[in-house]
């Protein structure tokens, strides 16, 4: 079984106070079990202050997690915020492990995975998983890499975003180090009971009008009806000033054609050649819908899911895409504020992602690990 309780802190300046402020609010020598381990989510400039690796170095446990561009724990939500929320106990144990992106992802992964089973001595119930935002990467790929070296361990976390235009303060986090280009995981072995939800796009709000991908490069979308990309983008109806806000608030539904359910697809940014930067693959030969996403869909979306959920005495981690934050206008607390509200007295960790990994169960009821965009994901531990 596992327990859990949070912290946050808002002083991103001065480490010691910083420390002072997490420490006496996580109450450890009271609250700490035989094995414990902490999720972090924070505001980038907190490890350029030194804050972040500050109170990871005061904790006497690992830490993981990834930057966002806004956080909330304990009913404190904001943008320049650190959250952590610590799991322990007696019968459960953890791993932690920092794997680089390298072209065979699940050649590097595999000798780690095996390194913290060995230490535990068992299969891990739940892999903690924290990706970085690479451009040229999409977070499929970074998923199967990861799913073939843990052999199905189901997988549950986030994409790092910061509060930039450009993602470039991003960074997954290990013990107060943060990183570009690596993967952090979280390994959770014993006696824990899990469980996963996933909510979505509204599938009324989908255009009837499909295309075809014609061009692309994995996760770059260069051309749709043999026309390129920006041309298409700018055909079906989206301005330059569409283009110049921000396009991760018009998702693009893909449809593979290879009897698996379509999926929702951000685009980061537009390449100076006017190519789309997705948060997927984007074959050649799929179709292609465009979707509509609003601040009354995000917030039934999170009541109708998060409040069969939750109970008593449980954590819940949540990762909600930033797709999501932008649709909210300039009321973006609200969505965390909602879960705030539904979890009730358990514990939470409330976090925007780039992109979420949560499994999902097959038609036999088999947990399948995928990675989303435009959605909400939940995992309850207890």
């Keep these: 079984m596992i327990k859990s309780f949070s912290a946050s802190t808002r002083e991103i300046d001065d480490a010691q106070l910083a420390v002072g402020e997490i420490t006496n609010a996580l109450d450890l020598d009271k609250n700490l079990l035989k094995n414990s381990l902490g999720i972090i989510s924070c505001f980038s400039e907190f490890h350029d202050t030194g804050v972040l690796k500050a109170i990871c170095d005061a904790l006497p446990f690992d830490c993981i997690g990834a930057t966002s561009c806004l956080s909330a724990a304990g009913g404190e939500v904001d943008q320049i915020i650190l959250t952590i929320t610590v799991l322990t106990s007696d019968d459960c144990s953890f791993q932690t492990a920092e794997i680089p992106v390298t072209e065979n992802l699940r050649d590097s992964v595999a000798p780690k ?5 060995e230490k535990s001595g068992e299969k891990p119930k739940l892999l903690l998983t924290y990706f970085p935002l690479i451009n ?38 290990l ?88 999926v929702a697809r951000a685009i980061y940014a537009m390449t100076p050649e006017g190519y789309a930067v997705c948060g997927g693959l984007m074959p050649v030969g799929a179709t292609l819908a465009i979707g509509r996403l609003d601040m009354d869909d995000v917030l039934i979306t999170t009541d109708a899911c998060l409040s069969q959920f939750t109970e008593k005495d449980c954590t819940v981690l949540c990762y909600s895409c930033l797709s999501r934050y932008l649709a909210l206008g300039t009321d973006n607390n609200i969505e965390a504020e909602k879960v705030d509200e539904l979890t009730g007295d358990s514990t939470y960790n409330f976090a925007y992602s780039g992109g979420e990994i949560c499994p999902l169960p097959d038609e036999n009821g088999r947990l399948i690990n995928y990675f989303h965009n435009y959605s909400i994901i939940f995992c309850k531990i207890n």
């Design 113 to 117: 995975i095996s390194e913290m089973n």
């Design 175 to 262: 013990n107060g180090m943060a990183y570009r280009e690596s993967v952090v995981l979280g390994a959770v072995y014993g006696n824990v009971n899990i469980s996963f939800e996933v909510a979505s796009l509204n599938g009324n709000k989908v255009r009837k009008q499909k295309a075809i991908i014609t061009a692309s490069e994995g996760n770059i979308l260069t051309g749709v009806n043999s026309k390129p990309v920006l041309d298409y983008l700018e055909e079906i109806g989206l301005t330059k000033h569409d283009l110049e806000r921000g396009l991760p608030i018009i998702p693009l539904i893909v449809d593979f054609k290879d009897s698996t359910k379509p």
């Design 136 to 173: 040229t990467v999409g977070g499929d790929v970074l998923l199967k890499g990861i799913d073939e070296a843990a052999g199905g361990v189901p997988l549950f976390g986030t994409i790092a975003v910061d509060h930039t235009m450009d993602f470039s303060t991003s960074k997954t986090i």
